[in-house]
């Protein structure tokens, strides 16, 4: 595995805090799966402290960032089968740098508009607790 790139003061934003599961912590990002059931939604949150904008990272670390997000457009894709991979780090509500990456179907009740601005469906305890450790086998594997 790589070295550990994190900084010690890194502090999850307290809003995906209380909207994600921590499934993993890669070489530079935490991966969190989204307490949101019609989508398959993972967020990676670079562990840097104060970061809004994917340019704030130096270059080596977008690099990084860019390689972990495509790991996990691949897990999705791989595990998922969607017609399209969504990526997105807008951090509009949110300011904490964080990479949206949801699978995407044409059957989807969102289809083909984006899923923000819908209210969200939370998965049942026992349901998060078994999507959570789908994703948590396949991003080990993957």
Known sequence: MASE???PDFVLDRRLAADTVELAR???SLVLLMNERRWPWLILVPR???LRDVDDLPPA???VLIEE????????KDTMRPAKINVAALGNVVPQLHVHVIARFTDDPAWPR???GTPPELYEA????KRSAFFRQALNDG
């Open 69 to 76: 997000t495509a790991r996990v457009s691949r897990v999705l």
């Open 114 to 116: 984006p899923v923000w």
């Open 61 to 63: 670390e977008r690099t």
């Open 48 to 50: 840097r402290p104060e």
């Open 126 to 129: 026992e349901a998060l607790r």
């Open 5 to 7: 790139l994190a900084f």
């Open 26 to 28: 890669w070489p530079l």
